[in-house]
């Protein structure tokens, strides 16, 4: 299977805002609003941060948001922080024969 | 609180195999489906497998089907990875993740290196 599509880095400066997207299919992303999101940083399990496209964990700051438009969906972190520097991953379910299918992961740089 | 503990990796030759299991609690284990999830050293996350809470429906990704076998012991909180035909390519931390289209709990992972 084909991973979803990230770019593979991202910068801004503190208190700017950032988007991130993930492109797939209609067998995947565009499908379906089982879109989620992970930050991970070095060394550390990945955490979620969004899933179905747009709902937030408990605990999880409201700087993050998502969003979904086709077979591209989005990642906005707002108010950019020193911590939120890290790699982020998008993930969708999809309905070819396997079953999961994550991107490439984006690395966010905060200058 | 949730926790998810793998064990049983390690270094093995190409062409071996290896059992890694992930210890469940905190949480109803028979009530959720489990997923495996690896990343390769300085490389990104790849989706490995997934089994149903009853363990009635198995997925796995391309790379791994026919030689890896994921399973769960209900009785015994217990998520299982066996892996056959060990390749260089399949050297990653392999994590054990809590969900099935929202993988919401992640372990810590655990460590397998494939190499002569």
């Known amino acids: 299977q084909s991973a979803l599509t990230q770019p593979a880095s991202v910068s801004g400066s503190p208190g700017q805002s950032i988007t991130i997207s993930c492109t797939g299919t209609s067998s995947d992303v565009g499908g379906y609003n089982y879109v989620s999101w992970y930050q991970q940083h070095p060394g550390k399990a990945p955490k979620l941060m969004i899933y179905d496209v747009s709902k937030r964990p408990s605990g999880v700051s409201n700087r993050f948001s998502g969003s979904k438009s086709g077979n591209t969906a989005s990642l906005t972190i707002s108010g950019l922080q020193a911590e939120d520097e890290a790699d982020y991953y998008c993930?969708?379910?999809?309905?070819?024969?396997?079953?999961?299918?994550f991107g490439g992961g984006t690395k966010l740089t905060v200058l | 609180q949730v926790q998810l503990v793998e064990s049983g990796g390690g270094v093995v030759q190409p062409g071996g195999s290896l059992r890694l299991s992930c210890a469940a609690s905190?949480?109803?284990?028979?009530?959720?489906?489990m997923h495996w999830v690896r990343q390769a050293p300085g490389k990104g996350l790849e989706w490995v497998a997934f089994i149903r809470y009853d363990g009635s429906n198995k997925y796995y990704a391309d790379s791994v089907k026919g030689r890896f076998t994921i399973s769960r012991d209900n009785s015994k909180n217990t998520l299982y990875l066996q892996m056959n035909s060990l390749r260089a390519e399949d050297t990653a931390v392999y994590y054990c993740?809590?969900?099935?289209?929202?993988?919401?709990?992640w372990g810590q992972g655990t460590l397998v290196t494939v190499s002569s």
């Open positions: 905190g949480f109803t284990f028979s009530s959720y489906g």
């Open positions: 993930s969708s379910y999809t309905s070819s024969s396997t079953f999961a299918v």
């Open positions: 993740v809590r969900g099935v289209t929202v993988l919401d709990y």
